[in-house]
């Protein structure tokens, strides 16, 4: 079935740096793909997405690429601050995104 | 502009109860919902959806049945309690490609 695949599990990175997330996906018909930032003991929220017909998207310090043909997609958070420190989880759906596939998440550490 | 509600916020209980969780959205017609659990410290684990009333379909089968007696209102229950449901259960609605998630309900079976 359809799965997506998420590195690292654990990111630790200095105050100020950049950090990279990167997942990968089965289903080769997947169209939209969000990202969610989930603080600790709150709900996941999308703080970016992207559709298959776009190549890269930025908002501020955040970007995400899409590379369609090898099926995978990176979340790149620049200039990093210990609020960034949380869960991040990618997803990829399809069909006007009915159903849609999270990766396992990785767990960003921001060092002041 | 749309909300999502949930609750009870917390819930203790013991093995072998019922639990009845639920869920309610205002601001939009006919959304697809989701209920999603996250043991601590794991990833997202959908249980049901909905595209509609009295629509239901499941995606883990284990001891928990969700029902949508009414357009923005979904329920998730179960008849006895086990140890392994303890976690953050999750309510999420969608209109469209994204999902919007509500607060959550911290579940622990003891």
């Known amino acids: 079935g359809e799965n997506v695949e998420q590195h690292p599990s654990t990111l630790s990175v200095q105050e100020g740096d950049s950090a990279v997330i990167k997942c990968t996906y089965s289903?080769?018909?997947?169209?939209?793909f969000p990202w969610y930032k989930q603080e600790l003991g709150k709900r996941p929220q999308l703080i970016i997405d992207?559709?298959?017909?776009?190549g890269e998207k930025k908002d501020q310090r955040i970007a995400v690429t899409l590379n369609k043909t090898a099926k995978h997609f990176s979340l790149h958070i620049t200039e990093t601050q210990p609020e960034d420190s949380a869960v991040y989880f990618c997803?990829?759906?399809?069909?006007?995104?009915?159903?849609?596939?999270f990766g396992a998440g990785t767990r960003l550490f921001v060092k002041a | 502009s749309q909300t999502i509600h949930q609750w009870p916020v917390t819930l203790v209980q013991p093995v072998g109860s019922p639990l009845s969780l639920e869920c309610t959205v205002e601001?939009?017609?006919?959304?697809?919902l989701y209920w999603y659990r996250q043991a601590a410290g794991r990833g997202l684990q959908l249980l049901f959806y909905?595209?509609?009333?009295?629509?239901i379909s499941s995606e883990v089968p284990q001891n928990l049945s969700a029902s949508r007696p009414q357009d923005r209102q979904f329920i998730l229950s179960s008849k006895k309690l086990l140890l392994s449901d303890s976690g953050f259960y999750l309510c999420?609605?969608?209109?469209?490609?994204?999902?919007?998630f509500g607060p959550g309900t911290r579940l622990l079976v003891l």
């Open positions: 999420a609605w969608a209109m469209g490609e994204t999902q919007y």
């Open positions: 909905s595209v509609g009333i009295g629509q």
């Open positions: 997803a990829a759906s399809k069909d006007g995104g009915f159903k849609t596939i």
């Open positions: 601001g939009t017609s006919n959304p697809n």
């Open positions: 992207i559709r298959s017909n776009v």
């Open positions: 289903d080769s018909a997947s169209n939209y």
